[in-house]
């Protein structure tokens, strides 16, 4: 067939400008931080973490192209291998940051010890620079997860001890998920909003403010290839959940497992479910896989924004004390009325 251009290329201004009419309709990352009442310096150092995550996403999104595939030969502190992303993406984070004068230390997945920064910076940010890293050999989501609070005046900007706060002291948190859309979901304690970048104009745009996880939910998330190294209470949850209508939960569940938090996540607040990665016995010395500071705190706090839960089975996430800054809990975070059930075979 011969392609019709003219009509195609009107075709094309019309999408173009259809578009354009619509970004201006568009709330920005800025009016809705402020709506909320976050302080201006929070809002640039949001911005700060934003401008390192859009060159993320540029990176990760060019793929086998910029050889930016694959393990490195290192292991981060916790031994897991480093991809070659997981060390760009820290690096990137790490050196806007230390720039920008806001931040007078920073704790990562990927760092040994904490960075110090600027000595007269007012706030601390924790973050996972790419979570689900090996989910890049396959072309999935993946994500970086970030979360943000005061720098205490008497901390020296190495002492790892003034990271060791509950999550209940948190200012604000995050993710940036690196999928067909880049997506931000994003709390400052006054709801949780999704917003969607836009490659056009180079900004996220609110595109679900104050996203709500529905309350019930027929969908769970768990890798159920660790089943025989479960506790009793998860053993029997899941049990129920598998027996389906027959069972004494009288109805089928789905089951879904992206394999990165972030993406598991973004369902659950999507449209609701129970993502769990609980404790489990192949190795007592750790008390789950995923890290306090990285992963679950800043999850918890953005799903309690959208009326969930976020349990470690024997209290609430945000209240754990850490006691280290790669410190592992047990999770489960979700649709309030499925955590509670969940909750009440702990007991
Ligand atoms: P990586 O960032 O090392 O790929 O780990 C991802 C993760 O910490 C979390 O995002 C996933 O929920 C979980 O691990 C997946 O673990 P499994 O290996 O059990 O699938």
Redesign the pocket.
Known sequence: TILDVSNLYKKTCCITHTTTRYLLRMKRLNSQLQEDGAPMELILLLRTILAGCKEISFRVSQGALAGVLGSTLSENVQG?TQKKLDVISNQILKDILSESGYVKAISSEEEDDVVPCNPNGNYLVSFDP??????TDINSLIGTIFSITHAPQWMDSDDPSAFLQPGTQIVAAGYVLYGPSAMLALTTGRGTHLYTLDKTHGGFLLTTPNVKVPVQTAEYSI?AS?QRHWEAPVQAYINDLLAGTEGPREKDYNMR?V????G?IHRVLSRGGIFM?PYDKRDPSKAG??RLLY?ANPMAFLVEQAGGLANTGTGRIMEVMPTEIHQRVPVLIGSKEEVETCLSYYK
Do not use: H, I, T
């Not at 790419?130 to 989910?135: E, F, Q």
């Open positions: 897991e790419l979570d689900g890293s090996s989910n890798n660790n497992w394999a990165a938090m972030v598991d990665y896989k995923l992963e």
